[in-house]
């Protein structure tokens, strides 16, 4: 399996090859949000374009895993382009110009066609009319198509033209290794067990006030069943007034709460929290 090329860009990690964004959504349950996508509203990077970007805990499994590269193309974009990548970058950019302007022009073709016998008729009329014989007019369907694409196809059109996210060019790169902060060592073992024992999605849960939220299948289609608090030390008393919080936070938005710890073996350790009203009602937590 081929690795996939991360973009490590401001000590973060992007992708902008949309087949890869959805390889990494779909083959490897990896939420990569798409730049200026609120994250708890998702939504299609066909839709919205992108890039996407990789959490540094998404960033870090994918290199663990094998399934991504972390590369660095700095130098190669901060020196000015050759001859030869200027001609390729000009051909690209004409060659989209051709097939964005492709659909206007069979387009207007089709509106031709749909009054061609009006057309050819009328010029008929023009043509008598300036004295020329019945038998010397030869008008035909395929010579006005003809005379019609070239036209059209030689015509300025305005149109958006889409610029790509992703340099069309090859580009001279070098892999980058990821540290992360010593704060995120746990959260990140936590994010892996889960990611490895679980078939969940799993992304950043700043909106709902935890850790992580957990989907039961892609975050496009579904939403959170369960709020992830990861107890840094779970030796300390819990403070009965934070339990009570998060739990009632869950209850509220129709979700499991979930406290993720390591316990003193270095083993990840989850405790469920739930109401006893919510014992045994089917439709919580769907």
Known sequence: ???????????????????????????????????GVPVSKPRDARTFGLPAILSPLELKLAIENGIGVLVDKTVSFRRSPTDTEKTKFQQLVEQQTTELKLPLVEKRLDDFRKHLPQIIKGKRKKLLEKGIKESEINITSESLLIEERRKIETMKIDGLLQIPSECPLAKEFSTVELKLEDGDKLKYQIFKDLWTKQNVFISGGDAFGCDFLLYPGDPLYYHASHMVYILSDPTMKLDVKYLIRCCRLSVVVNKICIFAYENDNG??????????????NENYAT
Not at 12 to 29: E, I, Q
Not at 267 to 280: C, H, L, P, R, V
């Open 267 to 280: 083993e990840i350790k989850y405790q469920t929290m739930d109401w006893d009203g919510n014992a045994g």
């Open 1 to 35: 399996m081929s690795k996939i090329p991360i973009i490590f860009e401001h000590n973060r990690g992007f992708v902008y090859n949309v087949d890869d964004y959805f390889k990494l959504r779909t083959s490897h349950r990896l939420v990569c949000n798409l730049i």
